[in-house]
């Protein structure tokens, strides 16, 4: 355990993970103004003392590398110098006035981060939305959760996950679709691993993954599918209950429309089609169903193999047509539930934190929503504009064109996360004004910045975060922030004052503007008006709906299966099969897929600066089936070249039968800045869903070869990735 011994810690508090959605308790250590240790907090509802290895961690990646001071200069070629707030924030405020009168408030935009506090999320929103009158404002969650946040609205009406964690330990029976629950939700793998343990025989679990992930332990089935063929697999299931007579009839009658048409397409998908579809046996895919079909309470837990698709909606919408048929919501121990990837992606969808969402569930295309805004942030009516802003490719894109002028990028990395990493380089050299906020320097983004705003992080500031169980965290500020960095929001607050909007942000404190937050969520879904920074604090915890300052809290949503339509009824929507955008070819004959490691979060800014989980990946590598690798030629830990239609990378060669024939995986941690050809966002395509614009970041067609340099071999990996050219 890092950190020093708890004998010399002057003070305990508690706080809450910055990394991912589980959103656990912490009780951290403080000793000179420093977090010196953190541990679990028993205390708190979500996690009950439970924690993984990254947040134990964070004493080390808090101070190294830190942005300390704003900098500036007036073009990408020469070096920064620093500036005072005062004159960063002006600078940023005037060539935006200059940017909107010549070019209107289409050509500004914000890219933001669902590891924003709630409060950084409202005030950039509001600045963007109420007053620039643009509503560019995106965050990475696009990359991550929109087609989660898309699949509910269209299906029961609004967005908002309907179970809890407490549904864990009732369920029977758990769908895991798309997601490394072991690595990347531990604590959440963790709870259905003593589920499964405390009945056995009764509990099943159903793992489906092309890579027999660390989650793939602990199934009873695993059904290893080809890339991008869930929709095939999940039409099956339902095809196989419906002639099992293993659907919810009195459920689907009363509660729900268009089960017709669901009926007719899934008629479409028995097991043997699917079977083909996605090279799975017939009977695994009956055998899930069965199972799924027969369980007293069905839980079905997804994220990024579902989300991050061409039909990314339609995977998640078909999920729901599961539950649907078979009343598997609503109830102790059922529900379909999106494992959120950060710790406030769901504060920052509750926030209105996309472009087409205004705060409180409300949409930028709904006239009344716009009004209630606009009343409420005391703005004259059509204020607001009536069209969704550029989503986040769309939004690089843009830039790209020269459409787009000036971008505010905070609390995300796109340089090295966005797909095709080209586009995003070229959109930032093309704009004329790029304002990077981060609380590290350099990083692949922040080196490509004209203003670098310093940020405070996590135990230096103070607000609220949601977590995917709806439950809401107050996180104190625990020690002052280094050199000159500040809050997100009042840095927001600050350039909102600096362009002359004073009155309408006048916040000295995120308590505030949590307050005038809470306000819009009465009478939504989300609603909760009886929350504050004072409740939590004293409290602890809460789980939304909470609507009277003396509300409890509420477990799960939809218990009367009254769904958030306007006659109470939930939707099936058909779904269809289609593959990814780009399939093998002869040129590019394998599908690569890509995502996480254990022990590293995302570029790495935070977990990258910890030696000890370094370690156990130092560098790039790619996962292959013995039978791939012979094909091409490539022997277990050796260097391979990547390529695809949009780029080249290099990784080291896993070989392992746990991964299908036909797919390799690479991890996205590494940015051009480690190596170039580290980053695997140089392959990665920028097709999206039509629906949610959610980028294909789990498929793209590659063509893999030994990289026949054996004087390089010799060299240590991290000089060999630096120096090869291709
Ligand atoms: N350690 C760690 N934990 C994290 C993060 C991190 O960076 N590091 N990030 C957080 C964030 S923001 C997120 S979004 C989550 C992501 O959490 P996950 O979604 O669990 O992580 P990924 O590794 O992106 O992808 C999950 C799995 O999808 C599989 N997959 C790929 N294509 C398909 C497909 O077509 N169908 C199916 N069924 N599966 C497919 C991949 O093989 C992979 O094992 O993790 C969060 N937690
Ligand atoms: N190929 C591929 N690409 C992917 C994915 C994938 O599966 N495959 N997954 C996508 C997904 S799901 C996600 S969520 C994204 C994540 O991608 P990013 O959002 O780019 O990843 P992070 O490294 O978390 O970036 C957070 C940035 O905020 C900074 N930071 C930390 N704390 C604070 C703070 O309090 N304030 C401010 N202003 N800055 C702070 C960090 O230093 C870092 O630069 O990646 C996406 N990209
Ligand atoms: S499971 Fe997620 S929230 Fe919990 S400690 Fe690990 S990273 Fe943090
Ligand atoms: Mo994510």
Known sequence: MPGIPTQNIDRWSKSYCPYCGVGCGLTVGIKDNRVVKVKGDPDHPSSRGDLCAKPIYLPDSLQTGRLLYPYMRPHQEVPFQRASWDAALQQAAMQFKQIITRYGPQAVAFYGSGQF???????????????????????????????????????????????????????????????NTADCHPVIFDRIKQRKRSAPDRVKVIVVDPRETATAKIADLYLPLRPGTDIALLNAMLHVLLKASLLDGSFIAQHTHHFEQVEATVERYPPEVAAEICDLPAELIVKAA????????????????????????????????????????????????????????????????????????????????????????????????????????????????????????????????????????????????????????????????????????????????????????????????????????????????????????????????????????????????GVSHARLQDEGPLQWPCPTPTHPGTVRLYPEARFTTPDGRASFTPTEHTGPVEGPDTTYPLILTTGRLKNQWHTMTRTGKSESLRRECPEPIIELH??????????????????????????RACVTLKIKEGTCFMPFHWGRLLGYYKAVNNLTTTATDPISQEPELKACAVQVSPLWMMELQRQPASTVLEMVEL
């Open 117 to 179: 506090l709630t409060e950084d999320y409202y005030v950039a929103n509001k600045l963007a939305k109420g007053f620039l009158r643009t509503n560019n404002f995106d965050a990475n969650s696009r990359l991550c959760m929109a087609s989660a946040a898309a699949g509910y609205a269209s299906a029961l009406g609004s967005d908002g996950p309907p179970a809890a964690y407490e549904d864990i330990d009732l369920a029977d029976c758990f769908l895991l679709i798309g997601t």
């Open 290 to 529: 069965l199972a799924f079909g027969r369980a007293t309470g069905a839980l079905s837990f997804w994220s990024m193999g579902v989300n991050q698709s061409t039909v990314g909606v339609s995977k998640n919408q078909a999920i729901i047509n599961l539950h649907l048929a078979t009343g598997q919501i609503g109830r102790p121990g059922s529900g379909p539930f999106s494992l959120t990837g950060q710790p406030n992606a769901m504060g920052g969808r509750e926030a209105g934190g996309l472009v087409h969402l205004l705060p409180g569930y409300r949409l930028i295309k709904n006239p009344t929503h716009r009004l209630e805004v606009e009343a409420h942030w005391g703005v004259p009516a059509g204020r607001i504009a009536p069209q969704p802003g550029l989503t986040a490719i769309e939004m690089f894109e843009a830039a790209a064109r020269g459409q787009i002028k000036a971008l505010w990028i905070a609390g995300t990395n796109p340089a090295v996360s966005m797909p095709q990493l080209d586009l995003v380089e070229t959109a930032l050299r093309r704009a004329e004004l790029v304002v990077v906020q981060d609380a590290y320097h350099p990083t692949d983004t922040t080196h490509l910045a004209h203003i670098l705003l310093p940020a405070a992080q996590w135990s230096e500031k103070a607000g609220v975060m949601t977590n995917s169980e709806r439950r809401l965290t107050y996180l104190p500020k625990l020690v002052d922030p280094p050199g000159e960095a500040r809050p997100d929001w009042q840095i927001f607050t600050c350039f909102a004052q600096a362009l002359g909007f004073t009155q309408a942000f006048p916040y000295h404190s995120s308590a505030e503007i949590f307050a005038e937050f809470v306000g819009l969520t009465q009478g939504r879904l989300c609603d909760y008006s």
């Open 626 to 651: 013995p039978a791939d690798a012979a094909r091409w030629d490539i022997a277990d830990g050796k260097l391979v070249k990547v390529a695809s239609r949009r780029g080249a990378a290099i990784a």
